[in-house]
């Protein structure tokens, strides 16, 4: 497994992973598909904040990526990420690897504190951040729905450093 930054050609790869998440799961509230015109544009404009766990031939096992928490200057140093694994490259090591790789961008970039939005309905999620050294920040109550219920979206921060 080698943790690298992403380029245009991994768009399909990383849209097999986060489309089955989304067809399959509650652990992503959209209910819209990505497509890999989109995913490859975003690759592009995120550069090293956009990193893969590639594994033999090419294959995507997983990827991490992170963009702005919210608009305004007063959120300049904070970004919320998203970390998905393919099913058979969880509790492997992977997740924390691509944290890792994460991190060490974001902290090369001057962000101060990232956060994971993470859906109640996943708890092995909320483990995984808090192994990685994440706490629970708070809970918003019933604000995600997907297949016809209220789900929970917990919010976990990390802080990373100060801005340099």
């Not at 904040?49 to 033999?56: Q, S």
């Not at 608009?71 to 919320?80: D, V």
């Not at 997907?146 to 789900?151: L, M």
């Given at each position: 497994m080698r943790i690298r930054t992403a380029n245009q050609r991994d768009a399909r790869g990383i849209c097999d992973i986060w489309n089955s998440v989304i067809r399959d799961t509650l652990i992503t509230f959209t209910t819209e598909e990505k497509n890999p015109d989109a995913v490859a544009?975003?690759?592009a404009a995120r550069g090293p904040?956009?990193?893969?766990?590639?594994?033999?031939a090419g294959r995507i096992a997983g990827?991490?990526?992170y963009g702005a928490f919210r608009?305004?200057?007063?959120?300049?140093?904070?970004?919320?990420h998203t970390v998905m694994l393919a099913p058979d490259a969880r509790a492997a090591g992977t997740g924390r690897a691509l944290m890792n790789a994460l991190e060490n961008v974001a902290l090369s970039e001057n962000v101060h504190s990232l956060i994971g939005g993470i859906s109640g309905e996943n708890p092995g999620g909320v483990a995984f951040h808090r192994s990685i050294g994440?706490?629970?920040a708070g809970r918003v109550p019933e604000c995600g729905f997907?297949?016809?219920?209220?789900?929970d979206l917990v919010l976990m921060q990390k802080i990373l450093g100060p801005p340099r």
């Open positions: 544009a975003d690759i904040a956009y990193v893969v766990a590639e594994r033999d990827f991490a990526t608009s305004g200057p007063g959120y300049a140093f904070t970004r919320e994440f706490h629970e997907k297949a016809g219920r209220w789900i």
